[in-house]
């Protein structure tokens, strides 16, 4: 009988704690507090090139250590700090990271209609270089450090801030820094992070994102070499011919079409949501080596260019160079290609591939290893942090979860190279917002306050799910 009333005892115990370990949020206060500050980070100019992140970093630190939190700044340039801050738990977990860059693309303000920087509230909507690419996570990550200490939020898990500098531009100053010099200090289960989006179209939510893996950047230098002359004799040996034409041939060949776990999951998901011929099409594509997985990728190629690059590693001209002036036949021509492979695919042999479509033994291949990311393992979709993710998005966007795979570069790699499981998550933002400039990296930068602060909602519950003590 004892043993019985003691277990009720515990139980009763743990259901308590667990009831107390439930913060009470005023969300209309977190409103006003998570306007003030989205808008003081917008009006700092940490345009990269040159940075000068260190301004946001200072703002962070100000705010967070005002509430106790402890913050560390990490620079390998007194000007690009990044800045770390943690909240310790009780160990019964691995660190969850919360990661966000505070660094923006440059800007021509002479296209903006309100002031790049200025973060004009116009609307409904905020307008300002960073609004959503990335400082919508900064101050998401801020807001939830703040909610955890304020609350006394008791969690199995550190949870940790990372501000970092230098993403749109500069990693060796940024992520390169931090988990060379100092990655202990970042080291985590799961990380959180950009290029997850929540797409609306018309008003209405469509679907949510979840950036689960990313394609491995490759430049690729193509050289030729040929006898120099006078213009008024063409020779056959003119490295120019040679180097366009390796060019042509490279634009023109369309690689192997691949799934990887992401992206499967990612066609067979948008096909439920899908009207009937796209859906057709993203169920083609499942079957990768049929002639209606062919055609599918064809039409992507020409009407959805960014899905067909989910679908094959790609090659993409970007820079030619050649001779001094017109008269004058150079002696040796180069062109640079951007070329980005699928993270199942292998490097060598890729290169390989590429030297029998050229089939020209005057032009040289290789990887020149600029702009480079490392390789590392897509994050599991059978997780507890995108079970958890999932759920949220369920609850705050009504709407289906796919698992996505990014055809740029993001910092993540670095992280994932390093065994982290990391998803990018993002606001919501309007599908007809690109055409119109106000995406990210657009001339009129936008997003709705409104998504900002559900966003904000968002990134706290799913830290709180996958960090409160239980």
Same mark, same amino acid.
């Given at each position: 009988m004892?043993r019985?009333?003691?277990?009720?005892?515990?139980?009763a115990?743990?259901?308590?704690?667990s009831?107390?370990?439930?913060?009470?949020v005023d969300?209309?206060?977190?409103?006003?507090?998570?306007m003030?500050?989205?808008?003081?980070?917008?009006?700092?100019?940490?345009t990269d090139?040159?940075?000068n992140?260190?301004l946001?970093?200072?703002?962070?630190?100000?705010?967070l250590?005002?509430?106790?939190?402890p913050?560390?700044?990490?620079?390998?340039?007194?000007?690009?700090?990044?800045?770390?801050?943690?909240?310790?738990?009780?160990?019964?977990k691995?660190p969850l990271?919360?990661?966000?860059?505070?660094?923006?693309?440059r800007?021509?303000?002479?296209?903006?209609?309100?002031p790049?920087f200025?973060?004009?509230?116009?609307g409904?909507?905020?307008?300002?270089?960073?609004t959503?690419d990335?400082?919508?996570n900064?101050? /998401?990550?801020?807001m939830?450090?703040l909610?955890?200490?304020?609350?006394?939020?008791?969690?199995?898990?550190?949870?940790?801030?990372?501000?970092?500098?230098?993403?749109?531009?500069?990693?060796r100053?940024?992520?390169e820094?931090?988990v060379r010099?100092?990655?202990?200090?970042?080291?985590?289960?799961?990380?959180?992070?950009e290029?997850?989006?929540?797409?609306? @179209?018309?008003?209405?939510?469509?679907?949510?994102?979840?950036?689960?893996?990313e394609?491995?950047?490759?430049?690729?230098?193509?050289?030729?070499?040929?006898? @120099?002359?006078?213009?008024?004799?063409?020779?056959?040996?003119?490295p120019?011919?040679?180097?366009?034409?390796?060019?042509?041939?490279?634009?023109?060949?369309?690689?192997? =079409?691949?799934?990887?776990?992401t992206?499967?999951?990612?066609?067979?998901?948008?096909a439920?949501? /899908?009207?009937?011929?796209?859906?057709?099409r993203?169920r083609?594509?499942?079957?990768?080596?049929?002639?209606?997985?062919?055609?599918?990728?064809?039409?992507f190629?020409e009407?959805?260019?960014?899905? /067909?690059?989910?679908?094959?590693?790609? =090659? @993409?001209?970007t820079?030619l160079?050649?001779?001094?002036?017109?008269?004058?036949?150079?002696?040796?021509?180069?062109?640079?290609?951007d070329?980005?492979?699928?993270?199942?695919?292998?490097?060598?042999?890729?290169?390989e591939?590429?030297?029998?479509?050229?089939?020209?033994?005057?032009?040289?291949?290789k990887?020149?290893?600029?702009?480079?990311?490392?390789?590392?393992?897509?994050?599991?979709l059978?997780?507890?942090?995108?079970?958890? =993710?999932? @759920?949220?998005?369920?609850?705050?966007?009504?709407?289906?979860?796919?698992?996505?795979?990014?055809?740029?570069?993001?910092?993540?790699?670095?992280?994932?190279?390093?065994?982290?499981?990391?998803?990018?998550?993002?606001?919501?933002?309007?599908a007809?917002?690109v055409?119109?400039?106000f995406?990210?990296?657009?001339?009129q930068e936008?997003l709705?306050?409104s998504?900002?602060?559900?966003f904000?909602?968002?990134?706290?519950?799913v830290?709180?799910?996958?960090?409160?003590?239980?």
């Open positions: 004892k019985v009333k003691w277990t009720i005892a515990v139980v115990l743990s259901v308590s704690l009831a107390q370990n439930q913060p009470n969300w209309a206060r977190v409103q006003v507090e998570t003030q500050h989205y808008q003081a980070l917008l009006r700092l100019d940490t090139p040159p940075g992140e260190t946001a970093a200072t703002y962070l630190q100000q705010v250590e005002r509430e106790g939190i913050v560390r700044l990490f620079a390998a340039e007194p000007d690009r700090a990044n800045l770390v801050a943690r909240l310790r738990g009780n160990g019964r691995r990271l919360m990661m966000a860059h505070t660094d923006t693309v800007v021509d303000p002479k296209k903006w209609t309100f790049p200025a973060a004009t509230r116009d409904g909507y905020v307008y300002g270089r960073g959503i990335d400082k919508d900064v101050v /998401a990550s801020l939830t450090m909610l955890l200490k304020r609350n006394n939020v008791l969690l199995d898990r550190d949870v940790i801030f990372l501000a970092e500098a230098g993403e749109e531009a500069a990693t100053v940024g992520i820094h931090v010099e100092h990655f202990p200090e970042i080291d985590a289960e799961y990380c959180l992070a290029t997850g989006a929540t797409i609306r @179209s018309g008003g209405k939510v469509q679907f949510t994102q979840i950036q689960t893996a394609k491995v950047p490759y430049v690729t230098e193509l050289t030729a070499t040929g006898t @120099s002359g006078h213009g008024s004799v063409p020779l056959l040996d003119n120019v011919l040679h180097v366009a034409a390796a060019v042509a041939a490279l634009g023109n060949w369309r690689p192997p =079409i691949r799934l990887t776990e992206t499967r999951e990612y066609f067979t998901r948008l439920t949501l /899908a009207l009937s011929q796209d859906a057709a993203y083609a594509v499942l079957a990768p080596d049929s002639k209606a997985a062919q055609d599918a990728v064809d039409y190629a009407h959805d260019p960014p899905t /067909a690059s989910m679908l094959r590693s790609s =090659i @993409s001209p820079l160079t050649g001779g001094l002036q017109v008269n004058v036949i150079p002696s040796e021509a180069k062109a640079s290609l070329v980005r492979l699928l993270p199942v695919e292998d490097p060598p042999a890729f290169l591939l590429m030297r029998k479509v050229v089939n020209d033994p005057r032009v040289t291949i990887y020149t290893g600029q702009n480079a990311r490392p390789a590392g393992t897509p994050a599991r059978d997780s507890e942090a995108f079970r958890v =993710i999932e @759920s949220t998005v369920m609850r705050f966007y009504d709407t289906t979860t796919i698992p996505s795979m990014t055809t740029a570069a993001t910092d993540m790699a670095f992280l994932r190279a390093k065994g982290i499981q990391c998803y990018g998550i993002g606001s919501a933002t309007d007809e917002d055409a119109k400039g995406a990210l990296h657009g001339d936008r709705l306050e998504e900002l602060h559900r904000v909602r968002f990134n706290w519950e830290v709180i799910d996958l960090a409160r003590a239980k």
